[in-house]
């Protein structure tokens, strides 16, 4: 009986061994069928009537690999279909396709130049898209995208804007003679698309800071956001940037503050200018001022009381960015941060909370405070405060007892957090253990994780 039952399983195994064969020969067969599939049936595809019908198409025209260079030349032809959608989807398809390929063809380039002229909008934005995955072997396309950059639709404007960027070094010749252009919007575009180059286009330094003078504040606020991205630690960015702190446009100083934050080494002049720049009446000139002196870190400290004094500023977003800068400047901004741990705002408390949880080990001596506000009755103030306390590490060992009176908080967030402190923390004891192994069974999925990875540090530090 054995035998038999032995018998058949063995036939049983050998015809699945044999159907699988035949599923993967049928599967082979399949690829083949498709990859032998005229690149134009795949294109007649894309109109079926069949959703299904025209994905498969559409994806086995992508994923020709090393035939691409060979369905080239029918895509091109494609590209001029009467339907809308196609012709989109086609530029698409062309654009991955010669990524594929080491060097993207011409033609190709050629043809999807043709698509910016297209009269449908979705067709000029595909045909950008796939000129922009191209990057430098899409300069031919320049003139053409230069012009759309005056376009009414803001969305071609911007794509286009991108995409020469994309190009890089190769556009920057074209697009610096429009940068004294009557037309505003196609100057401002121009503008913008150095911009997007970042550091590739610092040749255009001079040139930018020509038109900072200009007339039309669009166009020298589109001027500093390029000087901003362009960066590279120029001299002559930072001259400008600075002057542009006492500008009469707010979004000017903004930029202009922000864009100082790369120069941390020019501490003589930049700080200080920064530090007045907190006092600014534009809140978004403050905010990014308090940014920027984050930057230069432990070297930011004679900051602190206008840093300090910005905690109360209107603008919440203002107070936020001065605890986190306060944070990056270290342990010279404990006391502060302590101090703001009471403070009426719940984000100030949250973000204090963070910031010296982010100095790690340093913020020892905020931990009795951190204790205190471990009172806070807002759920994500605790969160924070308890992050801050497994940050510290081993050092906040006397916090272990209060800690473990969240360990049933109907907020499972703050269960978690206390898992990950405990772990942090490293306090083998029996309470501990006895906690977390009960958290591992909690109903939430992210708090037994929590658990018993902490669980599992604890184990690891007991056999070391």
């Known amino acids: ?43 007649e ?74 009269s449908v909008i979705q067709v000029q934005l595909s045909g950008m898209k796939a000129l922009e995955s191209l990057g430098s072997a899409a300069s031919r396309a320049t003139p053409a995208l230069v012009n759309l950059l005056k376009h009414s639709n803001s969305e071609i404007r911007m794509q286009a804007v991108a995409t020469l960027g994309s190009i890089g070094e190769k556009a920057i010749p074209s697009l610096l003679k429009n940068l004294g252009s009557d037309n505003e919007i196609l100057c401002c575009a121009a503008v913008d698309a150095l911009g997007f180059m970042g550091t590739k286009a610092k040749a255009a330094i001079p040139n930018l800071m020509k038109i900072l003078k200009d007339k039309r504040t669009p166009v020298r606020v589109s001027a500093m956001s390029a000087l901003v991205q362009i960066g590279v630690g120029s001299e002559l960015i930072k001259t400008s940037l600075l002057a542009a702190l006492s500008d009469k446009n707010e979004l000017i100083r903004s930029l202009a503050a922000k864009g100082l934050g790369q120069f941390t080494k020019n501490r003589k002049d930049v700080f200080p200018a920064l530090v007045k720049a907190l006092n600014d009446k534009d809140k978004n000139v403050r905010i990014n001022a308090t940014k920027s002196l984050g930057n230069f870190g432990p070297a930011a400290e004679s900051a602190l009381p206008e840093l300090g004094r910005l905690l109360e500023d209107d603008s919440e977003l203002a107070r936020v960015s001065a605890a986190t800068t306060m944070g990056k400047i270290g342990p010279k901004a404990i006391p502060v941060l302590v101090k703001a741990l009471k403070h009426k705002s719940l984000a100030v408390r949250y973000f204090a909370a963070m910031a010296l949880g982010d100095m790690t080990p340093k913020a020892e001596a905020a931990i009795p405070a951190l204790i205190e506000a471990l009172e806070d009755t807002d759920i994500q103030a605790r969160r924070a405060v308890i992050y801050a306390l497994g940050a510290i590490g081993p050092k906040a060992k006397i916090a272990i007892p209060r800690l473990l009176q969240f360990h049933s908080d109907k907020d499972w967030g703050t269960r978690k957090q206390v898992a990950k402190a405990l772990g942090s923390i490293q306090v083998n004891t029996l309470d501990v253990i006895k906690i977390l192994k009960a958290l591992t069974k909690d109903k939430k999925p992210l708090v037994q994780e929590a658990a018993q990875s902490a669980l599992n540090k604890l184990t690891r530090k007991t056999k070391q």
């Open 45 to 118: 595809k894309l109109s079926d009537r069949d959703k299904k019908a025209r994905q498969n198409a559409a994806k086995s025209l992508r994923t020709l690999g090393a035939k691409a260079e060979k369905a080239i030349p029918a895509l091109i032809k494609a590209i001029q279909n009467d339907d809308p959608q196609i012709r989109a989807e086609i530029s698409t398809i062309l654009g991955q396709l010669s990524v594929q390929l080491k060097e993207p063809p011409q033609t190709a380039v050629l043809a999807l130049v043709t698509t910016l002229g297209d």
């Open 1 to 43: 009986m054995t035998d038999t039952k032995n018998r058949s399983l063995l036939k049983t195994l050998q015809l699945i061994f044999i159907i699988s064969i035949l599923f993967s020969f049928t599967a082979a067969q399949a690829q083949e069928n498709i990859a032998s599939d005229s690149v134009e049936t795949l294109i």
